[in-house]
């Protein structure tokens, strides 16, 4: 049964016309009502993930629940389908149960608040953000098992709750929360800041609607998403071709030794509609790979994407999606049934992207971007320090962003909009360990016309014993070039014992014991590169090199650039590159439009172990495995 909605006011607004320059004035103050919201946040905070990383969404939508403004797609519709209770003035909404908000979060460490803004006792807009807890619970520091079966082992999940009742906090509800968080205090600061963010939202909400009154204030949110759709509609039908499109890309490994899992997504438009079928996906994995993907979400990705490539200029939001279908397969690893694990979604939450960009760019060749996003690495350090006093990091990871059809990639960058790095300085003084290394690695980036951006390098000395837990992927599977673009390279974790042993860390690990002294090289992927690399203006190589980002054996392999060297000083050898160059160019085989890297998945995993020196994944056993794991489904029948 969908929620109640509680409104003594039942007046009907009227749809009136706007007058443009105030159109452009609502427009302007609901965009800096939505930036202020992370003024308040990043202020008040104390996770440095969300304080420091800004690692949270926040959103203001109209009254129906679609976003008006905002960085990651409306929660609302999520929300209100699993939600069955009412809805009333002064309420403030807490779920992080992906399974019962219909992934409108996609894991128990993002808590989701949300508030209905009423004015004169009736719903004039919502307001709602979340961000990620440090912590929640479970069987790992962090709340992010690699080895979680089920989504009862990564922390405590909430469903929709009302957690602010007619403007009274529900202490007793909040408290049993945090009493199963290992920072109850990092949390219930979070906590407080969000909700002091929507507040905020709300009060300007009302404050822009009492200038103009509330029809037009009505209609101007729903004229900026009707102004969304017409540009997404011309958008759509002049990029998306009416013939079927289809991409594939994998997640290396599920952290329990098996993989890859095949992400498999077909593309099309019927008028102006655009299609997209995840039929051919895996099934859910038996670990915490799956990502419970919203199809309102999804929406929200492509349509991001396609702003971003092809018109920066249009506003984003809602607006659009009803020009959008989309079809996920249930039991598969982008619709995994409950209670299957999701703490390790980031991996194809990120790789939806280069899919994405796999499928936008056929038709469009010259708007193709490579592959870059990729993941969204995480690392973890807790233990007890000298003084007998519990420290937890949790701390996002940056690669290469793809290169694209105007320029390079950016070096060791997050894709994440307003995404930035911790401090160094902020994790020194904070947690025992320093950072000894921090830097781009050279030749990273995949060769092309535009260069892919270089993995970033991060050297952690740990200065108390304690245990870490790494998140990461792409160390099996390249971040593929486009239009002759080189792949970027793999990321890989390397730890320089005080004993003086190395080993190689796999990507999904946890409970790794460290001691002081020990030292963790943290080396992301590159981005793909873009075009073929012979072509890249050779005063551009040249620059790459003296600014250290490609070395000179680099250029002469990747672009066929000769670089002469004089002391400090790197210059072009101008016949011998164009020699080198016309050499290559004969004896290579036709330019791909995708380079992956790799001829099919057998091949690439007898490479592995002599590339990489770990194990190759085995292929998953997924109706044994997932049935007899995840569903009631009898052993028998299973087998």
């Known amino acids: 049964m969908p929620a109640t909605i509680i409104e003594e006011n039942k007046t009907p607004f009227n749809r009136v016309e706007v007058d443009p320059i105030n159109l452009d004035i609502v427009e302007n103050a609901m965009l800096n009502a939505r930036w202020e919201m992370d003024t308040v946040l990043f202020r008040t905070a104390m996770s440095p993930g969300i304080r420091e990383q800004h690692d949270e969404f926040p959103m203001i939508a109209n009254r129906d629940g679609k976003m008006v403004v905002g960085q990651f797609g409306s929660f609302i519709w999520g929300f209100l389908e699993g939600y069955n209770g009412t809805i009333e003035e002064d ?38 953000m979340f961000g990620h807890m440090t912590d929640i619970g479970g069987k790992v520091p962090g709340s992010l098992p690699t080895d979680a079966r089920q989504i009862y082992e990564e922390g405590i999940t909430v469903p929709p709750t009302k957690i602010y009742k007619k403007g009274v906090l529900q202490e007793e509800i909040l408290q049993l929360i945090l009493h199963n968080c290992r920072l109850p205090h990092w949390n219930l600061s979070d906590f407080n800041a969000i909700v002091a963010a929507i507040r905020t ?46 991409f594939e890309d994998y997640i290396c490994d599920d952290g329990m030794g098996m993989g890859p899992y095949r992400i498999k997504c077909a593309m099309w ?44 200029q249009i506003m984003f939001n809602d607006g659009f999606y009803d020009l959008m279908e989309v079809n996920i397969p249930q039991g598969t690893l982008l619709k995994p049934r409950k209670p299957a694990a999701l703490s390790c979604r980031t991996h194809a939450l990120g790789r939806i992207f280069d899919v994405l ?36 990091l949790y701390s996002i990871g940056f690669g290469g962003v793809p290169g694209k059809p105007f320029g390079d990639g950016p070096d060791g960058h997050s894709l994440w909009p307003s995404f930035t790095n911790v401090p160094n300085e ?3 003084s904070y947690f025992p360990l320093r950072i000894d290394v921090y830097e781009t690695l050279p030749d990273s980036g995949g060769a092309g016309v535009h260069r892919g951006g270089n993995a970033l390098r991060v050297g952690y000395r740990f200065l108390e014993p304690g245990e870490i837990s790494i998140h990461d992927d792409r160390w099996l599977t390249y971040p593929w070039g486009v239009n002759g673009g080189l792949p970027g390279l793999r990321s890989q ?41 012979l072509k890249r203006e050779t005063d551009k190589v040249l620059f790459d090199v003296d600014a250290g980002l490609v070395t000179v054996e680099g250029a002469k392999n990747n672009y066929g650039v000769v670089i002469k060297q004089s002391g400090d000083e790197y210059s072009v050898d101008e016949a011998a590159t164009e020699k080198l160059r016309a050499k290559m160019a004969d004896a290579r085989p036709e330019v791909k439009l995708f380079d992956v890297g790799f001829e099919n998945i057998d091949e690439l995993k007898a490479r592995c172990l002599e590339e990489t020196g770990l194990e190759p994944p085995v292929q998953p056993e997924f109706q044994k495995w997932v049935r007899i794991e995840q569903t009631d489904v009898q052993i028998k029948k299973a087998s």
């Open 91 to 128: 309420d403030i909404f807490l779920t992080t149960d992906p399974y019962s908000c219909n992934g409108a979060v996609s894991h128990a460490n993002d808590w989701l608040l949300l508030k209905p803004i009423y004015k004169d006792h009736r719903i004039i807009a919502w307001a709602a």
């Open 201 to 246: 939202a709300e009060k300007r909400c009302i404050e822009i609607a009492e200038r103009f009154g509330d029809d037009e204030y009505f209609s101007a949110l729903d004229e900026l998403l009707e102004r969304n759709k017409r540009a997404m509609r011309t958008l759509i039908q002049n990029t998306v071709p009416e013939e079927k499109q289809y």
């Open 269 to 312: 438009r019927e008028g102006e509609k655009v299609h997209f079928d995840f039929d051919g996906t895996d099934p859910q994995s038996i670990g915490s790979i799956n990502f419970l993907l919203n199809e309102e979400m999804f929406k929200m990705f492509c349509g991001v994407y396609m702003i971003m490539v092809f018109d920066p």
């Open 357 to 392: 960009g796999g499928l936008l760019g056929q038709g469009n060749p010259d708007f193709l971007c490579a592959a870059g996003f990729s993941d969204s690495p995480h690392f973890m350090y807790s233990g007890y320090d000298k003084n007998g006093e519990w420290y937890q």
């Open 426 to 428: 902020f994790l020194e």
């Open 493 to 533: 974790k390397i730890m320089h014992r005080v004993d003086g042993s190395t080993e190689l860390l796999p990507s999904k690990c946890d409970r790794i014991k460290v001691d002081a002294g020990d030292l963790l090289f943290f080396d992301t992927w590159g981005g793909g590169g873009w075009g073929d690399p």
